[in-house]
């Protein structure tokens, strides 16, 4: 009996990349109409993936410091056809999220996604640091529903990245659990430092 294809698998068909696992868990719980953030809009995959989760009625509001992130963010979302009113780009670091969050979406974001370290095909010395992801983090966290869900990708394996991993490792354990589940899921077997991904449920 042949086992079907993937739809998630990585480059190399095997199991799913650190992004992969986050896609997998924001599919199973958005829906259309949903409140999300994508802290780290980069080239725009993630947020092309949650406009389509979240549809016309939801919305999804997109971070990036470097305006060549945003104009590739907007270039992909315009090529796959998604009404620029329903995607809000802000160009500045995800640390500024407490100011820039509406008003009506405090306590109330369904989902918020984190894809850390350089800009892919960019400048590889601006990444993410472990200080603003940090502020971030507690702001996402602070501000998301009940059942709200949190994904951080993680490249613990380019220079700057090991801190950062450590200080989402940190942060991620001091969640009190009555209110959070946290749970990772990495590579066991491999020599190298590879990505992971950070799942966080805040408990309704």
């Known amino acids: ?15 799913p990349s650190a992004v992969g696992w986050a896609h997998l868990l924001l599919a199973d719980r958005l829906h259309p109409g949903a409140r999300v953030v994508d802290a780290t809009a980069g080239n725009g995959h993630d947020t092309l993936f949650l406009a389509r989760l979240v549809g016309p ?24 056809g998604i009404d620029p009113a329903c995607c809000t780009l802000v160009q ?4 500024t999220l407490a100011e820039h969050l509406p008003a009506e979406w405090r306590g109330g974001v369904d989902a918020v996604v984190f894809n850390l370290g350089y800009l892919p095909g960019g400048d590889k010395t601006r990444i993410t640091q472990a200080d603003t992801t940090r502020v971030a983090l507690a702001v996402a966290v602070e501000n998301l529903s009940p059942g709200g869900l949190l994904t951080i990708a993680v490249y613990p394996g380019h220079e700057g990245g090991r801190e950062e991993q450590r200080a989402v490792a940190d942060w991620a354990e001091s969640l009190p659990a009555r209110e959070f589940e946290v749970q990772l899921l990495r590579p066991i077997n491999r020599a190298a430092s590879p990505p992971e991904c950070w799942a966080v449920l805040k408990k309704g």
């Open 1 to 15: 009996m042949s086992i079907a294809s993937p739809r998630l698998a990585s480059a190399s068909g095997g199991l």
């Open 57 to 80: 009625t939801g919305h999804v509001l997109a971070f990036d410091v470097q305006a060549e992130a945003l104009a590739a963010t907007r270039a992909r979302l315009d090529s796959a």
């Open 92 to 95: 500045t670091g995800h640390e």
